[in-house]
Nanobody
Framework: VQLQASGGGLVQAGGSLRLSCAAS??????ISWFRQAPGEQREFVAG????????IYADSVKGRFTISRDKAKRMTYLQMNNLKPEDTAVYYC????????????????WGQGTQVTVSS
């Protein structure tokens, strides 16, 4: 599967952004979003199973971020509300066959990153 992420930008704290991840090829995957801030390790944000729509969120984004997918369009979305400066990072979508995993090593299909910057 090939992934294409988009939708990043600059937003003030408390604002919202929606990231998109377009998938080509097979889509019976789990799709997850990760993020990496400067000097930090890449961390899991949220994931969704393609067939059932089961979701998992990192504690730091629960209640603020929502992951969803549109099977017909082969798109996965990350709606980010009430953004905080600490959400600033490059966001990546990734895919793996099987269930959602939170470890980057479990994924071998990555899209390019999209920058999200939240100003205070």
């Amino acid at each position: 599967v090939q992934l294409q992420a988009s939708g990043g930008g600059l937003v003030q704290a408390g604002g919202s952004l929606r990231l998109s991840c377009a998938a080509s090829g097979r889509t019976n995957w789990s799709i997850s979003w990760f993020r990496q801030a400067p000097g930090e390790q890449r961390e899991f944000v949220a994931g969704i199973t393609w067939n059932w729509g089961t979701t998992i969120y990192a504690d730091s984004v629960k209640g603020r971020f929502t992951i969803s997918r549109d099977k017909a369009k082969r798109m996965t979305y990350l709606q980010m509300n009430n953004l905080k400066p600490e959400d600033t990072a490059v966001y990546y979508c990734a895919a793996r066959s099987g269930d959602i995993r939170t470890n980057t090593n479990e994924y071998n299909n990555w899209g390019q990153g999209t920058q999200v910057t939240v100003s205070s």
